[in-house]
């Protein structure tokens, strides 16, 4: 029997650099990844093994140093990853979606500037949407970006800003009202700016400060914090794409493929949970045998296999309808829905055949039960992600006549 989340039709290439990822969550990862988790320590020795690899630089293409491959590459990676500790994956995904955010949409000095040094892990990239009041609802954003002279000039508070203190760059979405009349549509009058700063808390540069990580369930090791900005001062040319009044729509397309690998983390998270469960239930004994030899436990992980396996084929579909240049938003939200939704349930499940157990760090599980809750909200919650399927449905099964 072959293992589970195999992926068919890969290449040579993409088999290998897959095959050298898992040896190095294997060892390099698992190892040491519940024991950072409990002491909220950022992986620094794991992140220049990824430096190493390559991996920064996945899908920047090859003429600013990158290794040019696909979405579908970069998300099953990103699966071997959270396989191993899933806030490894968190601090390389933000820093992809900034990186995919300036190839797709940065102007060409914007993109010789920075993708190379992406490339190599040199600059590291997170991006800033959300604020403390507004959740979902990107529209009702209040930080402003107001141009003087040669410069714009920044004011607001951003929340849940992942790599916020170990980034060097950050995109940042803000109000921008030049050129855009009153009345405006908001998502029209919204313009991603790109921010430098200096690694670290604390003020990292005039106008900027970012207060410190924020203590949270899980997730635990990637610094996630907020972003104050306070007469911020930015080059005019720093304006991703050159325009303003394009903010939205550039963040929600980074936003797409960020929702593929949210659900790529979501498979690698179920796949540990499914690997431990099944474990465990062959080491454990009651009543004269391994409880894996009870039927109730069978179902449970024939279930959580099932699990598994579907909710890799969605992300590994919706990642192939992105690389062939078509649109999947309805992929992508069908991907992210289920993925997280399985991985919630495919880990709980994997709690219960622990037992007692599960419930102490000295397992494994703890950790993961803990993480798993994350991936119900990143990128948008289940409900966003039924809004997007459903519109999306009705766009395709529209009733004629």
């Not at 622990?354 to 990128?379: C, D, Q, T």
């Amino acid at each position: 029997m072959s293992r589970l989340a195999q992926t068919a039709g890969l290449t040579d290439v993409q088999q290998e650099i897959l095959s050298t990822v898992r040896n190095f969550v294997d060892k390099e990862i698992i190892p040491v990844a519940t024991q950072l988790e409990h002491r909220d320590e950022y992986p620094t020795e794991i992140v220049e093994g990824l430096k190493e690899l390559g991996l920064f630089g996945l899908m920047i293409p090859e003429e600013y140093g990158g290794l040019g491959e696909s979405l579908l590459t970069y998300a099953l990676c990103v699966e071997e990853i959270a396989r191993g500790w899933m806030s490894v994956s968190g601090i390389i995904n933000t820093h992809f979606i900034v990186a995919y955010m300036l190839k797709q949409h940065g102007t060409q000095e914007q993109k010789d500037t920075f993708l190379p040094r992406m490339a190599l892990g040199e600059v590291r990239g997170a991006f800033s949407m959300s604020e403390p009041a507004l959740g979902s609802d990107v529209s009702a954003i209040t930080s402003k970006g107001v141009r003087e002279g040669d410069e714009y000039v920044l004011n607001g508070q951003k929340m849940w800003l992942t790599n916020g203190g170990t980034s060097t760059l950050v995109a940042v979405l803000c109000r921008s009202d030049e050129g855009h009349p009153e009345g405006t549509a908001p998502h029209k009058s919204m313009t991603t700016f790109l921010v430098e700063k200096e690694a670290g808390f604390g003020e990292v540069r005039p106008g900027l400060t970012i207060p410190g990580k924020i203590d949270k369930m899980g997730y635990k090791g990637v610094d996630t914090t907020e972003l104050i900005m306070d007469g911020l001062r930015i080059p005019a040319n720093r304006v991703l794409g050159g325009t303003t009044g394009r903010g939205f729509y550039q963040m929600m397309d980074g936003v797409e493929v960020g929702r593929v690998n949210v659900a790529a983390r979501g498979c690698g998270v179920a796949q540990r949970a499914f690997e431990l469960g099944v474990s465990y239930a062959q080491q454990r004994h009651t009543f004269g045998k391994a409880i894996a030899q009870h039927q109730a436990i069978q179902f449970k992980l024939a279930e959580m296999a099932t699990k598994v396996e579907a909710a890799h084929a969605m992300m590994v579909n919706a990642a192939r309808k992105k690389d062939s240049g078509e649109r999947n938003d309805l992929e992508a939200g069908m991907a992210k829905y289920l993925a997280s939704e399985y991985c919630k349930e495919v880990v709980e499940d994997a709690f219960r055949i622990h037992g007692g157990y599960g419930f102490s760090k000295e397992y494994e599980i703890e950790r993961l039960y803990r993480e798993a809750p994350m991936l119900l909200i990143g990128e948008g919650t289940a409900e966003i992600q039924k809004m997007i399927i459903g519109r999306r449905l009705l766009e395709e099964y529209r009733l004629q006549g």
